[in-house]
Nanobody, 127 residues
Framework: QVQLVESGGGLVQAGGSLRLSCAAS????????MAWFRQAPGKERDFVVV????????YYADSVKGRFTISKDIVQNTVYLQMNSLKPEDTAVYYC????????????????????WGQGTQVTVSS
């Protein structure tokens, strides 16, 4: 069992930056691939980025590649999402998720492969 708590969301102007945090507690942090998903009003939950259990592999959605960066701190049991050059279309509730990935470098992108979810944090980008 693992508990996830996101923080760092807020209101920012287009072109600005935010850093989201996801604090994990419970089972060993390194047992999970960690990802960020987002969901805009009236839309499905979309994959944003994932980092593997080992931390050696990442995979980004095309829409955020080059602007967002995922990282994790094993000592702090925290995953971060640095978001730069934000656009109004990045507005959504951002969710942190954990997957008991089968191999250390596996990077699952389907929400059905994630077993644990945080409560979400709102990111609003104004134009």
């Amino acid at each position: 069992q693992v508990q996830l708590v996101e923080s760092g969301g807020g209101l920012v102007q287009a072109g600005g930056s935010l850093r989201l945090s996801c604090a994990a507690s419970g089972r060993t942090f390194s047992s999970y691939a960690m990802a960020w998903f987002r969901q805009a009003p009236g839309k499905e939950r979309d994959f944003v980025v994932v980092i593997s259990r080992s931390g050696s592999s990442t995979y980004y959605a095309d829409s955020v590649k080059g602007r967002f960066t995922i990282s994790k701190d094993i000592v702090q049991n925290t995953v971060y999402l640095q978001m730069n050059s934000l656009k109004p279309e990045d507005t959504a509730v951002y969710y942190c998720a954990a997957s008991a990935a089968s191999t250390p470098r596996y990077t699952p992108i389907s929400p059905y492969e994630y077993h644990y979810w945080g409560q979400g944090t709102q990111v609003t980008v104004s134009s």
